[in-house]
């Protein structure tokens, strides 16, 4: 059995959790918390719940620690902190920051031998996998990748902060249009406003000042700026009624050709449609949890990142198994 220990209980820790119970060859050791144990009730009820400062001294009770905090500020600290006890698995999902990332981390295991795992779901994750296999299989050709219809947590927590806004909820949807243009293998050029839009549903504080609240959404640099934006007031219930759940998705394409005059159109295409994001991230990551048990096992060190593991080492099922079965 491969013992699971998972820091922080948010969405993620708890999509690690009920992934576990369907990963026969794991077990979840403890789940660690900033916040006071007692106050913290988990599902498995039979599993402890400590303090994440006891963790330096469970180095030798947990095979894999899953890191289920934030990209902005928690991971950067964690990931490489904890890579010197345990092997580790991250969820990091700052594309730019992830070279320096990779390097602090990288750093930290090879120095207490232990596995990283950074930058593991599906984008960064499995999306970084199909851009990998679409670009080596068509050298030449273009990648396209496409989130949504799915909720951005971080562009939601972006409008919660906004003067006025008692709660919301943003979705990011692809531009039908855009889709079906890459998909008919015309290779256009997309701007960012020509991808996606954003769609926000806003409730208001009584008596906010309804306009002014828009203009922020629709002028915040960074997030929806560059976007068509459309943004909806309604009350709490519909917020609640329509908006409670946390889905995802999108694709990543890469349209190219062959052939020794290019006369040859080809189309990849790979989608994701989430009812859980947390959940569906939750699912990848403890497949990758056993990678690193098992790449640790045979001597390996440092960080890693999903271009990195053979699909052999995901599986639970053996090699025989998987050449009879899959293959």
Known sequence: ???????????????????ICQNPDMELTAVFTRRNPEDLKIRMGNVPVLSDTCL??????????????????????????????????????????????????????????????????????????????????????????????GV??????AIRRIEGVKDAKQ??????????AVRSGSNPE??????????????????????????TIKTMP??????????HFISEEELSKNHSGIPHGGFVLRSGVTGMDKEHKHLIEYSLKLDSNPEFTASVIVAYARAAYRMNKEGMKGCKTVFDVPPAYLSPLSGEELRKNLL
């Open 222 to 231: 960074n997030y929806f700026a560059d976007y068509d934006t459309i943004v």
């Open 190 to 215: 997309l701007t960012t406003r020509e991808k996606h839009i954003r769609e926000c549903f806003v409730v208001a504080k009584e008596g906010a000042d309804l306009a002014k609240i828009e203009e």
């Open 56 to 149: 330096p001294e469970m180095k030798d009770k947990i095979d894999v620690l899953i890191l289920c905090g934030g990209s902005a500020t928690d991971l950067p600290k964690q990931t490489p902190e904890y890579a010197k006890y345990f092997n580790v698995v991250d969820s990091f999902d700052t594309h730019a920051k992830i070279p320096q990332h990779f390097e602090a981390v990288d750093k930290a295991a090879k120095e207490n031998g232990t596995i990283a795992m950074i930058s593991v779901g599906w984008d960064p994750g499995m999306f970084s996998l199909n851009r990998l296999y679409g670009n080596v299989i068509l050298p030449e050709g273009k990648d396209y990748t496409f989130w949504g219809k």
């Open 152 to 157: 951005s947590q971080g562009h939601s927590d």
């Open 171 to 180: 979705y990011t949807i692809p531009v039908e249009a855009a889709l079906e």
């Open 1 to 19: 059995m491969i013992r699971i220990g998972i820091l922080g209980y948010g969405n993620l820790g708890k999509g690690v959790e009920s992934a």
